[in-house]
């Protein structure tokens, strides 16, 4: 079965300092990839999406992903973080039935 | 506007109670999907659809039953509510298996 697996249940980083939040998926095929955000109390945000191409891929608000099939990885990141960035990051894949599974997300805290 | 809507908002059900949860969308996205979301487990698939008319379970489908009579709605049934149903549920849906997932709000679940 699929399972996206988000290792960092919360990440503290200061304001202006790089970040990635790592993701891993266990899929057979290569899957459709995705990084969503959260912020309190709201639902959830698209940053950026892979199924093909390019593995290293743009999003929203300044975020990366880079997608490493021999690593099975799919982690985000951002060179400068803002104290606004601060939220829960999910990692999430679909298989070819189009069964979206989240990660258990990693919660990011952003220091002055 | 287009979006997912749910309702209600939040709930405080009896223990053993029925309860449904709605659910519209008026994308005419093919998958919809239900998620519960607690601390520390992210959101876990609770029921999906890829279609009107068909259905799947999730990673936690105990306890919860759907429908998918039209392209349009997909509510969740609780058949008797438990206090460990207590969370906060997203409906989601989607069109092509590799484009984004649309969410609610959030319902709001408690159980007593």
């Known amino acids: 079965a699929q399972s996206v697996t988000q290792p960092d249940i919360h990440i503290t980083v200061s304001e202006g300092a790089s970040l990635e939040l790592r993701c891993n998926y266990s899929y057979g095929a290569t899957p459709y990839l995705f990084w969503y955000v959260q912020s309190p109390g709201q639902g959830l945000q698209l940053l950026l999406k892979y199924f093909s191409g390019d593995t290293l891929v743009q999003g929203i608000k300044g975020f990366e992903a880079e997608f490493k099939r021999s690593q099975s990885s799919f982690n985000l990141r951002k060179p400068s973080v803002h104290w606004s960035d601060a939220a829960e990051y999910f990692c999430?894949?679909?298989?070819?039935?189009?069964?979206?599974?989240f990660g258990t997300g990693t919660r990011l805290l952003v220091s002055p | 506007i287009a979006g997912i809507t749910q309702a209600p908002t939040s709930q405080i059900l009896a223990a053993g109670r029925r309860m449904t949860l709605r659910c519209t969308q008026d994308m005419r996205h093919n998958a919809m999907y239900w998620y519960r979301q607690d601390l520390g487990l992210g959101l876990r698939l609770i029921h999906y659809s890829n279609t009107a008319g068909t259905t799947g379970k999730g990673e936690v489908p105990d306890g919860y039953s759907v429908s998918r009579a039209n392209t349009d709605d997909f509510p969740l049934t609780l058949a008797s509510a438990v206090p460990s149903q207590t969370s906060v549920y997203f409906c989601?849906?989607?069109?092509?298996?590799?484009?984004?997932?649309?969410f609610g709000q959030g319902t709001r679940l408690t159980v007593v």
């Open positions: 989601a849906s989607s069109g092509e298996v590799n484009t984004e997932a649309f």
């Open positions: 999430a894949c679909v298989t070819g039935f189009q069964k979206l599974v």
